[in-house]
Each structure stands twice: as C-alpha cells, then as structure tokens.
C-alpha cells in the first residue's frame, strides 16, 4: 500500500519509536511488514495482509485527526477490523474534544465505548457506567462536569464515593473526619487538580462551588444544579444507592460510576450499583453503559490483567 503522510514526523507517529508500532501491527496479525519509499508491503496470508492494510489505513486517518498512535489503540484497531467493524473508527476520526485540560490538553473519547459513554452523558440526567479500571469512567465524568460547570449549565460540582476500601474502617485512621476521609478521596483530587489546576480547585472549593465529600454526607440533602458525580458505587451498599439517588434535584445531572468485579462491602451485603443496574435498567432517563477490556485507555498491562482476570473468574477460578 502507498502511503501518503506528510512528513517525517508523521511516519514516526505512525511507526512508533524504533518501529514499536509496527512490531505490535506484525505481531497481532502474524505479517511482515516493509517499508520501500513510501511503499508498506506486508507478506504473509493473504487475509491478514488485507486486515493489516486496513489498519494501517485506519490508523493513518486517526493521526490526520490529530489522535495518537501507540501499540494500544493499534491492538484497538486490529480488534475492530477483525470483527469487519473497522467503519466504526470513523465516529472517532476527529471526535469532538471533551474538554481541555488546565495544560492545554485535548481530551477526547479513545473508544467507541467511551463515546457511547459520553454520549449518553449528555443526553439523560442519570447514567450509570460500569466497567473496569483503566476505562476512563471517572476521569471523563469529572472532564464534562467541569465542562458544564464552565459552560454555567450548573452552579456547583459534588464528587463523592463510599469510605470504604480493603475492609479498612474509619475509626482505626488517625486524624479528625475530613483526615480520615481524605486518602479515599484522594482520586478525585487528583483527577480535579488536572482538569481545573490547583489553584483554581482551591478557589472554587473554598467558595462551596466544588465539594468532594464522602457518601454518608449526602444523607438529607436534595442537590439542585448540580452536577453530581458518585464513583467507586460499587461500594455502596443497596441503602446508600436509593438514598443517594434520591437526592437528585431539578437542574442537576447525575453520574454513577462503578467496577462491580471490585466490590470491598462484606459478603452478606449487596452491591447497591448491582442492584441499581437491574432496578432502573428501563427507567425513562436513565442511561447504563457498560464498558469492558477493550474500552481499557490507562496502560496497555491494564488491560491484559482485566482480561486475566475475567479468564480466571469465568474458568471457575483456575488460573
């Protein structure tokens, strides 16, 4: 195949450092590739020189969008071009930026998970997306709640999550409350200090516009334009969940975020955000997106444990 970049820049984007992209490209689809000029060959069966061809076409028009290339979007490609739904990649040819970090950083949606995630985002007051680690849930609903925060569609923002992880107890930390609760909210901070910057974070925190807080604090509260932000539900318990959804006001939109195959609550006690999932799953209003390995952006080892572990879960636990 020809190729038509447009510099030198261009082919190391595409080929990655010392050809890793390629290596990985080779490696999915059992080819070999060469370049001569601007002539990529590839040898080896005839269907996987076609799939890889294909890839390289996808690939090429993500980098004219000003997407990047790394050996995790390529094994992303290679998927969809298997399964013949390389088309879809247009949806996230130029997507449309999310938000813009407080360093200039576009984000956009890397998947087509997460942009069915955004999507459904904007378009109900409650979405609950569940899925595992490294799948941007948290991170994108914290980049559009600041967006809308921004935009004046809500005068505040609430984050919050369950104070409990590991079987660890509140009482056995050191330290007054906000002490105590603060390491399970320390994501949330971090994620905040990123979008907003921390100066601006401090400003609005001590204006009451942005609040982090633990979920036993929402109890009897109704929160009006708002955007409200509940992550890590799958700690939650079934009480929590009800009583935290109930708080929903008039202008205010609701994000529930969750990995239900890392629940810490005891084990004679159910997973609210399983609950919640079965409960409104035909609720007029309610959006469920659930996400996968596949939709996994963090680290490419991310995802191989996620699925890892997903063998190991469905083999009965046999490694």
Do not use: W
Not at 225 to 249: P, V, W
Request: net charge neutral; aromatic share 4%; glycine share 8%.
């Amino acid at each position: 195949m020809l190729l038509s970049l447009e510099n030198i820049d261009a082919y190391q984007k595409l080929f990655g450092m010392n050809d890793r992209n390629m290596a990985v490209l080779e490696q999915e689809l059992s080819v070999v590739s060469a370049l001569r000029g601007q002539e990529l060959q590839f040898r080896g069966d005839a269907e996987n020189v076609a799939a890889a061809e294909t890839a390289v076409a996808r690939l090429i028009t993500l980098l004219q969008h000003g997407e990047t290339v790394d050996p995790m979007r390529i094994r992303y490609v290679v998927s969809l071009v298997r399964e013949g739904k390389s088309d879809l990649l247009d949806q996230l040819s130029g997507s449309d930026v999310i938000a813009i970090t407080h360093r200039g950083r576009p984000i956009r949606s890397k998947t087509l998970g997460q942009r069915a995630y955004v999507e459904a985002v904007r378009k109900h007051e409650l979405t609950l997306a569940v899925g595992p680690a490294g799948t941007g849930k948290t991170y994108l609903a914290m980049a559009m709640a600041v967006v809308a925060l921004k935009a004046k569609e809500v005068e505040r923002i609430v984050l919050t999550r369950p104070a409990v992880e590991a079987g660890e107890k509140l009482g056995f930390l050191p330290g007054d409350m906000t002490q105590k609760v603060d390491p399970y909210l320390r994501p949330l901070y971090d994620a905040l200090h990123e979008l907003m910057g921390a100066d601006s974070y401090l400003r609005l925190a001590e204006r009451g516009t942005v609040e982090v807080a633990p979920l036993a604090f929402m109890r009897g509260r109704t929160l009006s334009d708002a955007f409200i932000i509940l992550d890590e539900a799958q700690n939650a318990t079934s009480e929590q969940m009800k009583m935290f959804l109930t708080r929903l006001g008039a202008n205010s939109r609701c994000i529930v975020t969750g990995d239900v195959s890392q629940t810490d609550l005891p084990k004679d006690k159910k997973s609210g955000l399983v609950e919640a999932v079965n409960v409104l799953r035909n609720v007029e209003g309610v959006a469920i997106v659930e996400l996968t390995a596949r939709d996994v952006v963090r680290h490419e080892l991310v995802q191989r444990i996620v699925q890892a572990y997903e063998k190991y879960e469905k083999n009965g636990g046999k490694a």
